[in-house]
């Protein structure tokens, strides 16, 4: 009988150390696998950030240029003095108040094309002040127009892209509104000169 108790006593001890051991090597298990699944995820990603070096290498090396393009700045193509700078003002607003940007850009482009002309004078001032014959080159000069003027912001950018040398004129030396112009001036500019294009409420000419 004492013989019977003893090897149950054996059986259940071998049980609980079996049952011990199940559960370490299962413990185990799960962290080398938790290892494993982590050195496969590192070596991944430097596998990923290996291959994006080497593109970026291979980008540069091939002649292309990685550029920010926060870091360029603009150079600016006319640098007027400020009497010049206001005169141009005015005159966009004068001639382009009720003009959109490209309106204005496009009044702006005439003066500084014909300030770079041999047949124009060689200041925007004497540019925009200009007569001939007796006649102002530029009508709002004569009306008060270009004295009385309120200069928008609008006129501000648009005369700022005109001085980075954005021209969207066609080298244009002239414009005029047909709709406001005489018969006999408007004669002139459809003999005399080559139309180029319209735009907004002006007619463009070289």
């Avoid at 009988?1 to 051991?21: C, D, E, H, P």
């Avoid at 550029?67 to 001639?95: F, G, N, P, T």
Wanted: aromatic share 12%; glycine share 4%.
């Amino acid at each position: 009988m004492y013989r019977k108790y003893m090897m149950i006593l054996v059986l259940m001890n071998m049980t609980l150390f079996t049952s011990w051991i199940c559960v370490k090597e299962l413990k185990i298990n799960r962290v080398a696998a938790t290892q494993a699944f982590r050195m496969e995820y590192l070596n991944a990603t430097m596998e990923e950030e290996k291959k994006s070096f080497l593109e970026v290498v291979a980008c540069v090396s091939s002649g292309q240029r990685i550029v920010d393009y926060e870091v360029l700045e603009k150079e600016m193509k006319y640098h007027l003095s400020d009497q010049d700078y206001d005169a141009l003002l005015r005159i966009v607003e004068a001639e382009a108040g009720g003009e959109d940007a490209d309106g204005k850009l496009l009044v702006a482009n005439v003066v500084l094309n014909r300030v770079n002309d041999d047949k124009f004078p060689d200041t925007v001032t004497e540019v925009v002040m200009q007569r001939e014959q007796g006649v102002a080159q530029f009508t709002p000069t004569v009306d008060g127009r270009f004295q009385n003027v309120t200069v928008s912001k609008e006129t501000y950018e648009a005369v700022e892209r005109a001085l980075y040398g954005e021209d969207i004129s066609q080298g244009a030396l002239y414009f005029c509104a047909r709709s406001k112009v005489d018969s006999t001036k408007m004669q002139w500019f459809d003999q005399k000169l080559t139309r180029l294009f319209a735009y907004g409420n002006h007619e463009f000419f070289l």
